[in-house]
Structures are given as structure tokens and as C-alpha cells.
């Protein structure tokens, strides 16, 4: 088996001035002595390293998302009466696959990642080959019709979207066509900052999720406030879980 490198981290001193988490960096110390700022959300140099994304955020800051949610999925699918082994899953923003892993645990249908980074698909590959079916790589905010064709074949009926809404990551007009990507009454689980869901909310999630539910395009199984990981400073930041089934497709203009 390949052995993971270990790798020299730095987090920085607290930095007030830093408010959004996507200007957040840690350092990265290398043997020949240089010291390298890598932000947290440059994550095509993060996925180039193997073993530096599990380093920093799931062993320093303590992500549980991907294990959360699949647990909860799990659950809430029970419940219902359904089963994630009859899923066919697209996981959007799949990374370098952490969701596929937790959900490989009980096992899925089909598994399907994408993601807009060229380098989590390599990522993926070259650390957690065999976990998914396919994996592709494109900007479904715009549209594309060969994407779109590719996705069509998988035939959906779940979508899964971890750590990768707000803060400059999945738009919600890519989300909107992963969203409408899964079959009516397909299962949708993603997880979300608190704050996106409050009124402050400028990305245009809140409205969106919102819209989702009150218009009765998803139908709300589960919402539960969870940590998502801890800060550099080492405190809690909450998230919002959600799941629940989709009703019917969000048109365009809404
Ligand atoms: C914090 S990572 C989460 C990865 C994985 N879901 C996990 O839980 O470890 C956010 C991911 O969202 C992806 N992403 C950002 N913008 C995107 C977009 N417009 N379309 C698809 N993926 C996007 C990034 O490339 C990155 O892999």
C-alpha cells in the first residue's frame, strides 16, 4: 500500500480581519526549508499533495460532515422505508471523494462525483480509486449541452452536496441544475453555514433553499443544526443538515 506523506502545517495567528472563509490559508512548511500560504479554498493545490485536504480539514479542523450526513441519510432514508443501496447518487462538488467513501460504507447504488476541479478528479483517482462509477468535471452553472447528456444516462435519484455551498464555492444556479438533475422524488442532502439560512445572507442561497421548500419543490425529511468542523481558532462552526425529496423540477426563472 502507498504510504500517505505527513505533512508540516501552520495555522495562523487569529486574524480579525480575515471575515470570509474563503480568504482563510494555513501554511504549509516544506523540507527544503520554504514556507507556502496555500488558502483554504485553493483546492487544486490542496488535492495536488496526497493526504494534505484529510490533514488539514478533517484531522486539524475536525470536518464530520461527510460522516454525519451519510449517517443521517442512512436513517432518514430508513424511515421513509427507502434504502441508500437502491440510491443512483450524484455527488456535486464530490471533491477527492470523502462523501463516496462514508457512502460506500453502506453501500449505493451507482456513484457518480463532479466537480468544477480538474485536480479533484485526479485527486480522487489517484486516492480513492474504485469508489465511484464516474466523475466528471465541468461548471454547471453555465449551460453544457454534452455535460448535461452525460448526467442524463445515470438516471438520478439522489443528489448529495457536502462543504461546497456558499462562500464562492457551488453558485445557486449550478446547484439549481444538479437539483433538477435527480428524478421526482429523488432524495437531496446537503449541508449549509447556519448563517446562510438567516436573513443576512447575501450569497442568495437562503432565498433559493427557501424557495425550494416553500413552493413545494423538496419536501423537507430532516434539518438538524450539527458541527460541521472547528475554526482555527478552534471553535464550532455550525452547519445546517438538510434532507429531503424532491417534488418536482425548479423552473428556470425562479
Ligand atoms: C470543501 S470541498 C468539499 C469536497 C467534498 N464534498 C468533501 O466533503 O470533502 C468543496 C468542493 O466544491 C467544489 N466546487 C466549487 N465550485 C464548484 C462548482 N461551481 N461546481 C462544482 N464543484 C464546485 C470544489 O472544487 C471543491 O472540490
Request: aromatic share 12%; glycine share 8%.
Amino acid at each position: 500500500m502507498t504510504k500517505i506523506p505527513r505533512h508540516r502545517i501552520r495555522l495562523p495567528q487569529l486574524d480579525f480581519s480575515r471575515e470570509r472563509e474563503s480568504d482563510v490559508y494555513f501554511v504549509l512548511d516544506h523540507e527544503d526549508g520554504r514556507a507556502e500560504h496555500i488558502r483554504f479554498h485553493d483546492y487544486d493545490r490542496i488535492y495536488s499533495l496526497p493526504g494534505l485536504y484529510e490533514q488539514i480539514f478533517y484531522e486539524r479542523l475536525k470536518c464530520d460532515s461527510p460522516r454525519f450526513l451519510a449517517l443521517r441519510m442512512n436513517e432518514v432514508l430508513a424511515a421513509a422505508g427507502d434504502d441508500l443501496n437502491r440510491q443512483r447518487v450524484l455527488d456535486f462538488g464530490a471533491g477527492n471523494g470523502m462523501m463516496g467513501e462514508e457512502l460506500a460504507h453502506y453501500g449505493v447504488s451507482r456513484l457518480v462525483g463532479a466537480d468544477i476541479s480538474e485536480a479533484a478528479k485526479d485527486a480522487l483517482w489517484r486516492d480513492r480509486p474504485g469508489i465511484y462509477d464516474a466523475y466528471y468535471v465541468g461548471d454547471l452553472s453555465r449551460h453544457d449541452d454534452a455535460l448535461m447528456e452525460q448526467f442524463g444516462g445515470w438516471d438520478f435519484n439522489c443528489l448529495t452536496t457536502i462543504a461546497a455551498l456558499g462562500y464562492d464555492d457551488i453558485p445557486v444556479a449550478a446547484f439549481h441544475r444538479a437539483f433538477n438533475l435527480i428524478a421526482d422524488g429523488g432524495w437531496i442532502a446537503f449541508n449549509i453555514k447556519e448563517t446562510f439560512l438567516g436573513q443576512s445572507d447575501e450569497s442568495g442561497l437562503a432565498v433559493f433553499i427557501k424557495r425550494l421548500v416553500a413552493a413545494e419543490f423538496l419536501q423537507l425529511y430532516h434539518l438538524e443544526r450539527y458541527r460541521h468542523r472547528i475554526s482555527i481558532e478552534g471553535n464550532p462552526l455550525h452547519y445546517c443538515a438538510v434532507i429531503g425529496r424532491k417534488l418536482a423540477a425548479m423552473p428556470d426563472d425562479l
